[in-house]
């Protein structure tokens, strides 16, 4: 089945700094890949949708210019959280729908990232 | 109104026993929908999907789908405690989004 890597699975970071997280489609290509934000005892929230060759849209509330994203290949975007402060400490993972990409198609996740700002 | 809802749990079954968790949504024009099991501090993993009114069963598990009514649910047969995880429903929103409800957690006690 179509796999989804996510990477790095943890990371601890000082407040004010930057932190890349990569998200890659390991045997399938993925023009559209979603990132996703999950706080404690919460659902998952849609942050943005990376596309690839083109501007990645934000939903509602999301700041673009806080969370970059950018989908630079078929199997690869990142999401750059910007100046991180302790409130975007969080679960963050990406998805992407798989093989080849039906309208209704399932999303496959990644291992998701968990960031903490101290 | 939130667009999915579901009930947060906890839903408590003995081992054996069969699971029902129950999902409605608020967009008549949805038409995809999607079950996900999230154990703790792991991400989603797919279990079923459907698209059709009606049943569709794989295995111990069973989505079911009624659009006029805007509900779908998942049983899950023959509970085990390895079933116990956090149970997300998600519906497809245009461009292939998806819209997750809270989840309901599921606890089968052996």
């Known amino acids: 089945g179509a796999v989804v890597s996510q990477h790095p699975s943890r990371v601890i970071c000082k407040s004010g700094t930057s932190v890349k997280i990569e998200c890659r489609s390991l045997d399938f290509q993925a023009t559209t890949m979603f990132w996703y934000r999950q706080f404690p005892k919460q659902s998952l929230m849609l942050m943005a949708t990376?596309?690839?060759?083109?501007?990645?849209?934000?939903e509602q509330g999301v700041e673009k210019d806080k969370f970059l994203i950018n989908h630079a290949s078929l199997t690869l975007s990142t999401l750059t959280v910007t100046s991180a402060h302790p409130e975007d400490s969080s679960f963050y993972i990406c998805?992407?729908?798989?093989?080849?990409?039906?309208?209704?198609?399932?999303?496959?996740f990644g291992n998701g990232t968990r960031l903490t700002v101290t | 109104q939130k667009e999915v809802e579901q009930n947060s749990g906890p839903l408590s079954v003995p081992e054996g026993a069969i699971a029902s968790l129950n999902c409605t949504y608020s967009?008549?024009?949805?038409?995809?929908f999607f079950w996900y099991r999230q154990y703790s501090g792991k991400s989603p993993e797919l279990i079923m999907f459907?698209?059709?009114?009606g049943d569709k069963e794989d295995g111990r598990f069973t989505a079911q789908l009624n659009k006029a009514s805007q509900y779908v649910s998942l049983l899950i047969r023959d509970s085990q405690p390895s079933d116990s995880a956090t149970y997300l429903c998600a519906v497809n929103r245009k461009g292939n989004k998806l819209v997750f409800g809270a989840g309901t957690i599921l606890r089968v006690k052996s």
């Open positions: 990376s596309n690839e060759g083109s501007k990645a849209t934000y």
């Open positions: 967009d008549r024009g949805s038409q995809s």
């Open positions: 998805s992407a729908p798989g093989g080849a990409e039906p309208l209704n198609s399932p999303l496959h």
């Open positions: 459907i698209y059709s009114n």
